[in-house]
């Protein structure tokens, strides 16, 4: 594979080369380079323990990655991921969520504390040099944002100082009030390159000819991108007729018309939090030309749904599937090979260009 190359002055800068997004050996080495680098949304706690549970098996971004955890919820209400493999013999112990004062491998009886450490292991009397540290469970980088779940296996940054940034513009709202809706929520296959897909969220330049519902609901003129090191935020402002946030006083925004803040934390999610709530959006490679894009919904004011900016978000969403389904075929053109950059309109897809060949020339 080349080293990848993105000018860091946009108005000179070129796309990713296509093969980035058609070669087979840049989507494998993606996998280490790129997402078990990275922090990925869990869920949130109260979707994935009920009260009556402490424990419960995780996904983390699987298929491509699928590392077995479960999160847990100790006895002083501290919530962390670990490993869900017992250090025995590897095997998956948690199925199911559950309620227990211990984690226990069905396979052969050994136990573990809520906090991964190693409690006890029948007929191993004899073992010499036993226990070890390395027969523990595995924590891993565990970081919650109210009651969302963020997890790690080896970040290369702080997820801590993106979360920050975001809770300063919206951390106003009764996060904590938010209720998953199961109804609302849905999975799209989209026969596209992930990183396509991520393009095409991270501009608004596309609006007015793609999304003509959405862009009679906000103002593409006055339509913000502001850039963060491994996030950044678009701004859509209402026309006027449509639904916008009630801001304090005290808010950066406040005075103005916002229809929708839309977050991408790199490398692969979407947080779009609307008058009406919060849609989670998680990006999941299957193949170099395949993903599955889930879209998680979160309500706390169920009658401004399906108005203004986020009216018929299904709709939207086949749209743009339209779109970048057209540009995987179209790159594998014999004479496309990369574009320019619109330095007024493309900074957030120009910056994610810049975090990829950062990551993988590492």
Known sequence: MKPLFVDADIRK???????????LDYFKAAKAKIFE?????IGDIDSLLSPLENMAPVDFLSPLIDEPMVVVRDEDNQVKCLSNVCTHRG??????????RHILCN?????????????????FEEAQDFPRPCDDLHTYDTKLWTNHIFAAIRPSFAIADVLKDMNDRVGFLPLDQFKYDAVLSRDYRVRSHWALYCDNYLEGFHIPFVHQGLNQEIEYENYETI????????????????????????????????????????PNMMFNFYPWGLSVNV???????????????????????NIGASADLDKVEREDEFVVEGVQRGIQ???YQSGRFSPTREQGVHHFHRLIATFMNA
């Open 13 to 23: 800068a070129e796309t990713l080369p296509t093969s980035f997004y058609t070669d």
């Open 37 to 41: 680098k990275s922090w990925q949304w």
């Open 91 to 100: 095997n998956i112990m948690i199925h199911q969520p559950t309620k227990s």
């Open 107 to 123: 396979y052969h009886g050994r136990r573990f504390e809520l906090n991964g450490a190693f409690k006890s292991m029948p007929e």
């Open 227 to 266: 850039l963060y090191d491994y996030a950044n935020l678009q701004i859509g402002y209402t026309k006027g007729q449509s639904p916008s946030f009630d801001l304090p006083k005290d808010h950066i925004d406040y005075g103005k018309e916002v229809a929708a803040y839309y977050y991408w934390l790199f």
């Open 283 to 305: 990006v999941k490679p299957l193949s170099h030309d395949s993903c599955k894009v889930s879209f998680y919904s979160y309500v706390y004011d169920a009658q401004k749904l």
């Open 333 to 335: 053109s014999r004479f």
